[in-house]
């Protein structure tokens, strides 16, 4: 029985140790995302925690929240990196890592429900996402709370072509967007939990 857990606890460990790699690998060739990865994984965890998710299901939210965007590894550096405004068909390569971070996370039997989170956290709450338009609850629950988690940061981060937002407009964006981007329940469960959010985001 000893064994049996020191086994399991080594698997574990280099299953972390993995992921750290492949995220490490992705912010070496995405320079503006550095730290994003890991805060949206952080975000997402304690969001799941609120929102009354437990065990496994935390688990698997918090390491697909930290893989979301390895995809971007597929995605050409002049786009990835670009300064300024996206041209529509840059745009068009930028959309397709969802699909990429899938095709790379499905090749492991372990990281299915991983990836499928992965697949689906740019799609939307009223059907206009990508890159399937999959409509409210036919989205994973992870992939929501992901796609809340990934706005808020990146609304609250410094990007070449704009200042980080502050926390009250953040989440005036967010609260507009309930049942139009994002799960209206998870942002209820924002709404009532403003200043832990804050606390969180400060942490930055």
Not at 3 to 30: G, M, P
Request: contains cysteine.
């Amino acid at each position: 029985m000893i064994s049996e857990v020191l086994f399991r606890t080594k698997e574990k460990t280099i299953y972390h140790d993995i992921i750290e790699s492949l995220v490490t690998a992705l912010e070496a060739k995405d320079i503006y995302t550095s730290g994003h990865s890991e805060r949206v994984a952080f975000l997402s965890y304690e969001l799941s925690k609120k929102i009354g998710l437990k065990g496994v299901d935390i688990e698997n939210i918090h390491i697909a929240a930290h893989l979301h965007d390895i995809g971007k590894i597929g995605v050409p550096d002049k786009v990835l990196n670009k300064q300024g405004k996206l041209l529509p068909y840059e745009w068009e390569y930028i959309k397709m890592h969802p699909k990429i971070g899938y095709n790379i996370l499905s090749k492991s039997k372990k990281l299915k429900h991983i990836a499928k989170m992965v697949l689906y956290h740019h799609e939307r709450w009223d059907g206009k996402g990508y890159p399937n338009g999959l409509i409210r609850t036919d989205i994973p629950l992870g992939a929501r709370i992901i796609a809340i988690c990934d706005s808020i940061d990146a609304m609250t981060s410094n990007r070449p072509y704009r200042k980080a937002m502050d926390f009250q407009i953040c989440m005036k964006e967010v609260l507009i967007n309930k049942a139009i981007m994002f799960d209206p329940y998870i942002i209820e469960c924002i709404e009532d939990n403003l200043n832990f959010m804050r606390q969180i985001i400060n942490l930055k």
